[in-house]
């Protein structure tokens, strides 16, 4: 993901058009206008690019394309507008990787364990809402009726990379997956919140959906160590990583703070809440996040107190493609932990209606409705990329988190 050396977005200067009016109240508005804000992700579909058919930066931008089509799926189950559906299973199908986890032979040497996780998100959400299935596939090794690439195989798969990473990985540190996981990247010595909140997550998904506890002993044991290292703080606040070369054993934490770390760490702690049975301490987890990221991620300005930001760049007009985006793992994971956990929803739908609200808001760039980075701007402010736009959507249609069909079990 964010990568050592920065890559900022272009700003260019754009004739303004009219802002879309959302009513939060009006589902049909809602809908409408994240129809109009999908089509301005759309602009960037490129079925033969190799960064998961979305025209992005080559090579380390792939993540970002698993996290765009996992919105355009939450577009699709929300709002029931199959438009995109067919591209979307094309998508996952061309990067499922021979071993069915997302680990393409495209991206061997750059992908690491967080981009994998923004492509498992994908077969997790399929899975919880009885998402249109791959056409069936078989392993070499599997003799029985069951599909390899079924979307709970496929996180399953997954879930065993993680495994045997931190496995590997726990020489140092006490455990914890390192961001990647190839030796000779840059990156290898040093263990991040945003690859431990994905396996975190996905093991909490996969102990909602199935019941099985080992999942949700690995989720357990995931949270356990992020807490014990200092990538989540005894307040809820969650840094970005520490290094973990030689000596250094995760003991200088790198307290930057990105919304999609918290985000990420939010939806698994709802899921372990929901496969609990309304667990008092993880519900206590889940208003503890939120509540940090309520006062991190919101209030930009005296004005606009519940409206959400990214703290480290958005007011320096600093955030590059990657940046860009990570807003729209928060609204996307918010929105699902107020179904998921009822006492923390009125806080929540606050702070995404006017999030919405301020995201419709900057979308009347280039006479397309185009969508800006800064909410609470009163319209466009000139910066344009996949990630606005996706971060745009997630913010717009998480208010229908709550309308969707039910996420469902295993059936026994």
């Not at 509540?291 to 919101?298: D, L, R």
């Not at 209030?299 to 959400?308: D, H, K």
């Not at 703290?311 to 107020?338: H, M, V, Y």
Request: with cysteine; proline share 3%; aromatic share 14%.
């Amino acid at each position: 993901m964010t990568r050592l050396s920065s890559i900022f977005a272009a700003f260019s200067l754009a004739s303004a058009g009219a802002a879309l009016d959302l009513d939060v109240n009006d589902q049909t508005s809602i809908k409408e206008i994240a129809a109009q804000v999908a089509k301005g992700i759309y602009i960037y579909h490129d079925p033969s690019a190799t960064t998961g058919q979305f025209k992005q930066p080559q090579p380390w931008f792939w993540w970002l394309s698993g996290s765009a089509w996992n919105g355009l799926m939450d577009y699709t189950i929300y709002t029931g507008d199959t438009t995109y559906q067919t591209d979307i299973l094309s998508a996952i199908a061309k990067n499922l990787g021979p071993n069915y986890d997302f680990a393409p032979l495209d991206q061997a040497n750059w992908e690491a364990n967080d981009d994998q996780a923004y492509w498992v998100y994908n077969a997790l959400t399929a899975m919880e809402y009885g998402f249109q299935a791959l056409p069936c596939e078989k392993s070499a090794a599997n003799t029985g009726d069951d599909c390899a690439n079924s979307w709970v195989a496929i996180g399953t798969h997954a879930f065993e990379d993680f495994v045997a990473r931190w496995n590997k990985d726990s020489a140092t540190c006490g455990g914890g997956l390192k961001w990647q996981y190839t030796e000779t990247a840059n990156g290898y010595y040093y263990k991040n919140s945003v690859s431990n909140a994905g396996f975190f997550q996905t093991a909490a998904r996969l102990a909602r959906y199935t019941g099985n506890q080992t999942f949700g002993d690995w989720a357990t044991k995931i949270w356990d160590w992020s807490t014990s290292v200092g990538f989540v703080s005894a307040d809820y606040h969650v840094f970005d990583g520490a290094g973990d070369d030689k000596d250094a054993n995760c003991s200088a934490v790198n307290t930057d703070e990105w919304s999609y770390n918290i985000a990420s760490y939010i939806h698994g702690a709802a899921h372990m809440y929901a496969f609990t049975n309304g667990n008092s301490t993880w519900e206590s987890r889940v208003q503890g996040l939120v509540s940090a990221a309520q006062k991190t991620f919101f209030g930009p300005t005296s004005n606009a107190p519940s409206v959400m930001y990214e703290q480290k760049c958005e007011p320096k007009s600093a955030c590059n493609i990657d940046q860009t985006s990570f807003k729209a793992s928060l609204s996307r994971w918010l929105g699902k932990t107020a179904v998921l956990v009822p006492s923390a929803k009125d806080n929540i739908m606050t702070l995404l209606e006017a999030s919405a609200k301020g995201a419709a808001s900057s979308c009347s760039g280039y006479d397309n409705s185009t969508c800006g980075v800064k909410w609470y701007n009163d319209g466009f402010d000139g910066q344009s990329d996949l990630g606005v736009e996706l971060s745009a959507l997630e913010a717009i249609q998480s208010l229908l988190a709550a309308s969707a069909p039910k996420m469902a079990v295993a059936s026994k």
